[in-house]
């Protein structure tokens, strides 16, 4: 399949910034494949590692984060532990998330996004809440919450939000990141 | 033996059987367990995916805390432990990320404290020796899938754990206890566990190739380490008959709840009730050891 790309009119594309954001020079990959024959989700999807790693060399801008298995990656990491370039493209994947989440696709971002506000809040993840609130901001894909009965009779599932943990401390670690973050742009 | 065990948010909720079977294990083996004070979430899958620093310090402060306590921090959880290895890693590798974490924490992590899993510090600390020594019951021939998942083994450079794409550690202990730990194709493939609220139609797919290899190779049950993989590849094959039509049937266990059995500790101190698909008749190869 012929790979098409839309050059960004800087001219730069985003390669810049995955490596800001990963430390990871994506020239190196010699297009051997070996990531995608790992990769447990490319088949399932319309693009694959190697191929984003393709588009962000030749200069891919802000539509490479609209392909599908941007937000689909499991985050597995076969693709880095059989690279023979060792290119951690689960994290490069990890890094272009955190670009496109302003404009998300799918339900990944809203999910981690109500997760990491229960560990802002409690110190630790209250996954009950997380998906009570989930539930409530999603109409579609929300069908897998029919397990939930299933869980809670199973009493696979804490009730009541987490306690004990150094909720004072995880607060300052959220605030002082934000503060560095304002500093430096 | 002295560890600092972090027991990890899932604990207390979704792996609460992981914890309880791990204790127990610890408690007959002579294992001191202490838990950090207070500790707090590693920063797992949605701190990384979101935002990396983050998820680097929430790591850190927990390790820090180790650090303070002078001990090796022992993980159950494969997922706090991936996490804690990452943060290590980076830490220790990367003098930026340094110090944006000892900015966030106020105050400066070295990443050197060393973190371990608790089938690590079986085979490597205990021994398969003293474990034999101390057990009451065997597994009696059961023959197990032992499934390891992602986050124990990869990126190996940074886990570190056995042999990252034919991992034997879970083995060796099965067939300590006497049942047979199978060699079987999909011990490191991934289930898609990290998926399950957002693309469960993907989630289905990976699962029952990985159930399916099981079956196919002999299993009566698959011992896992991690609780995403447990309770992904157990609540899925109900999802996977209405999906398929095929059912498995096939208990997914911890390994600790296995070591439990074999250590004399009820079934109920071990969690097993809290299995979607039953344990039963796996649990059924169970016998004294013990000769009278
Ligand atoms: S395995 Fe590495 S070198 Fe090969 S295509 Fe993938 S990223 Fe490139
Ligand atoms: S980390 Fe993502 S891209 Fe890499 S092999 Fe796993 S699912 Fe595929």
Known sequence: MPIKIKREAAGQGIIDQVKALSGIDVNACLQCKKCTNGCPVSGFTSSSPSEIIKKLQLGAGEELLDSEIIWVCSSCATCFSRCPMEINMAEVMDALRARGAAKPQGNMPLMNKLLLGTIKTFGRTYDLGAMVLYKAGTASYAKDLDKLPMILKKGKIALLPPHGADKKMVKRIFNNLEKTRKKST | ?292
């Open chain 2, 1 to 292: 033996m002295k560890y600092a065990y972090f027991p990890g948010c899932s604990a207390e909720s979704t792996a609460r059987d992981l914890y309880l079977s791990t204790m127990a294990v610890a408690r007959a083996l002579g294992i001191e367990f202490t838990e950090p004070e207070a500790w707090s979430c590693c920063g797992t899958t949605m701190a990384h995916q979101v935002d990396h620093d983050l998820s680097l310090s929430l790591a850190a402060v927990n390790l820090l805390k180790v650090k303070d306590m002078g001990l090796d921090m022992v993980v159950s959880c494969a997922s706090c432990y991936s996490r804690m290895k990452i943060a290590n890693h980076e830490i220790s590798t990367n003098p930026k990320k340094r110090e944006i974490v000892s900015a966030a924490l106020g105050r400066d992590y070295d990443g050197a404290v060393k973190v371990r899993h608790f089938v690590e510090i079986l085979i490597e600390d205990i021994g398969l020796d003293a474990f034999k020594k101390a057990l009451t019951h065997s597994l009696g021939g059961l023959k197990v899938a032992s499934y390891y998942g992602c986050l124990m083994v990869r990126p190996p450079e940074v886990a570190g754990f056995d042999d990252p794409e034919n991992p034997v550690y879970m083995d060796r202990l099965i067939n300590a206890m006497g049942g047979v730990g199978l060699d079987w194709p999909h011990k490191v493939e991934c289930c898609g566990g990290s998926l399950t609220l957002t693309r469960s139609d993907l989630v289905v797919k990976l699962s029952e190739s990985i159930i399916a290899m099981a079956k196919d190779s002999g299993a009566e049950c698959m011992a896992v380490a991690c609780p995403m993989c447990q309770i992904n590849l157990d609540m899925r094959q109900d999802d996977i008959f209405k999906a398929a039509g095929r059912r498995y049937d096939m208990p997914i266990i911890y390994i600790s709840q296995l070591m439990g059995s074999c250590l004399g500790i009820s079934e109920d101190a071990l969690g097993l009730n809290k299995l979607i698909v039953s344990p039963k008749e796996a649990m059924n190869h169970v016998r004294s050891s013990v000769r009278s």
